[in-house]
């Protein structure tokens, strides 16, 4: 194994020092070059993971003071919560199918065009990691968030949003 494939390797390791023989600057420049090109690469993937987890928290918790604001009674646990988790299901639904520069929910268009493909959709990365927050929340075991989104979800895929919120207002209850 070269060192080559080595800086490969520790691509996502901070502050790694690799001793090796200088035969000459270009295969200095070499690697450090490949070590920025990494670095950048971690970096954009560690933003990308921040923006989407902060982004589906906030949807989460907007739905809290939406909830509030409408004046929505005092809900159970697992309706609030479900339909908030529903609600962070959805952005980050609509942010893995949305590209840079369409009309979807993304507020945050200059960081999410700088780790999308130049083709105009989501990377792969993207779409994945997205994917495996939706099934974070599709797979929580917990009766409020798990339970909770599960029934919520089935609900406004059965009757959409806006007539699920009007039941919840009416009743307290998902539609079923």
């Given at each position: ?13 901070q ?14 420049m070499?690697?450090i ?28 918790e ?18 609030e ?73 089935q ?22």
């Amino acid at each position: 194994m070269d060192v080559f494939s080595v800086a490969w390797e520790l691509s996502g390791i901070q502050n790694v020092f690799v001793a090796m023989p200088v035969v000459n600057q270009y295969t200095t420049m070499r690697v450090i070059t490949i070590f920025q090109k990494q670095e950048d690469y971690a970096y954009q993937k560690n933003k990308l993971l921040a923006r989407l987890l902060t982004g589906s928290i906030l949807a989460h918790e907007m739905m809290h003071a939406w909830l509030r604001l409408k004046g929505y009674r005092t809900l159970s646990p697992d309706v609030e919560e479900g339909i908030c988790q529903v609600l962070a299901h959805l952005w980050i639904e609509s942010e893995i199918m949305s590209g840079p520069g369409s009309n979807g929910a993304s507020t945050s268009s200059a960081s999410s065009t700088s780790t999308s493909s130049k083709k105009g959709g989501r990377s792969q990365f993207e779409r994945k990691l997205g994917d495996f927050f939706k099934h974070q929340i599709e797979s929580d075991t917990s009766v409020a968030y798990g339970d909770g989104f599960r029934a919520g979800n089935q609900a406004v895929v059965q009757y959409g949003l806006k007539r699920t919120l009007e039941h919840i207002r009416l009743t307290g209850t998902f539609p079923f």
